[in-house]
């Protein structure tokens, strides 16, 4: 099983609706998850973080995390074409001892129809 | 405030050839990461820096060097470039590697022929 994984999709949803990005990951002690955006061409960046069970919301973002089931989720709503773009999902797996090393996934393709 | 900064944005290599892609942050991060971004692979670790003086390999080491010349400068080198290097290249640092984000340099495109 790799360290982390996310749907490859593409997922493609129209203009308005709520997108929801999914990840799961192997690492049982892993603390920190990160999600990223990434537009074609460009550098990623990071728009969320979480670190306890729950839900986390920034705006039109949503992360929810759920440590028991080793899953963490970034939903968003009221979804523009401006958002079209990959998402990573990144979490801090531990590499031996104390050492983690940022993980990321192969990434979900996201396609905002206007 | 320039974040991570790489150098070069562009490079085209013969096989064979060596080069240095340099990195520097400016957020007084302790540790910095070298990825490689391949299509379809998403980002793949290819070595990092806990913190000063320290250097381990991730995922995909094999035919890259590091050095982290100080707190500020994380450098990958490839002592004899072959095709499959062809990639674009991420240079990030964080300020720690356990549990904060990660910021991103704006990549190396960098192509072997």
């Known amino acids: 099983q790799k360290e982390v994984e996310q749907n490859s999709g593409p997922l493609s949803v129209p203009e308005g609706a709520i997108a929801s990005l999914n990840c799961t990951y192997s690492?049982?002690?892993?603390?920190?998850f990160f999600w990223y955006r990434q537009y074609s061409g460009k550098s990623p960046e990071l728009i969320m973080s979480i670190y306890s069970n729950g839900d986390k919301e920034d705006g039109r973002f949503t992360a929810q995390l759920n440590k028991a089931s080793q899953y963490v989720s970034l939903l968003i709503r009221d979804s523009q074409p401006s958002d079209s773009a990959t998402y990573l999902c990144a979490v801090n797996v531990n590499s031996g001892g104390s050492n983690y090393k940022l993980t990321f996934g192969k990434g979900t393709l996201l396609t905002v129809n206007p | 405030n320039a974040g991570v900064t790489q150098t070069p944005k562009f490079q085209v290599l013969k096989t064979g050839q060596s080069m240095t892609l340099q990195c520097a942050q400016d957020m007084n991060h302790n540790s910095m990461y070298w990825y490689r971004q391949d299509p379809g692979m998403g980002l793949r670790l290819i070595y990092y820096s806990a913190s000063e003086g320290t250097t381990d390999k991730g995922e995909v080491p094999n035919g890259y060097n590091v050095s982290r010349l100080n707190k500020r400068e994380f450098s990958l080198r490839l002592e004899s470039a072959a095709p499959s290097q062809t990639s674009v290249y991420f240079c990030?640092?964080?300020?720690?590697?356990?549990?904060?984000?990660?910021?991103f340099g704006q990549g190396t495109r960098l192509t072997v022929v």
């Open positions: 990030a640092s964080s300020e720690d590697f356990r549990d904060t984000e990660a910021f």
């Open positions: 690492d049982r002690v892993s603390q920190s």
